[in-house]
Nanobody, 124 residues
Framework: VQLQASGGGLVQAGGSLRVSCAASGRRFSSYYMGWFRQAPGKEREFVATISWSGGRTYYADSVKGRFTISRDNTKNTVYLQMNNLKPEDTAVYYC??????????????????WGQGTQVTVSS
């Protein structure tokens, strides 16, 4: 399984950005997908997760109402739309999917495959 994240960049506070993650190597629509982020000197933290068809989503409190996770199973891609960005959202963003189980939650231990990460920097 390979995950390729893209779409990061530099944006001013209050702006928007969309990051994408293209998956390959197995049936994409059979597994949850998640987004995590890691800021310098901090542990990797959960951002959002989405179910197989996209019908269920779950967000960290810190991004609820500002970020939206979605997926396009015809393109084997998961997205994270980030609006009203804040400087504290600055981090490397990683997409992830479970190793063997179809369902995954908010713990990094639920995920076995990780993308390479894409940098998001929000200036004040």
């Amino acid at each position: 399984v390979q995950l390729q994240a893209s779409g990061g960049g530099l944006v001013q506070a209050g702006g928007s950005l969309r990051v994408s993650c293209a998956a390959s190597g197995r049936r994409f629509s059979s597994y949850y997908m998640g987004w995590f982020r890691q800021a310098p000197g901090k542990e990797r933290e959960f951002v959002a997760t989405i179910s197989w068809s996209g019908g269920r989503t779950y967000y960290a409190d810190s991004v609820k109402g500002r970020f939206t996770i979605s997926r396009d199973n015809t393109k084997n891609t998961v997205y994270l739309q980030m609006n009203n960005l804040k400087p504290e959202d600055t981090a490397v963003y990683y997409c992830a999917t479970p190793l063997n189980t179809a369902v995954a939650g908010s713990s990094p231990d639920d995920y076995g495959y990780w993308g390479q990460g894409t940098q998001v920097t929000v200036s004040s």
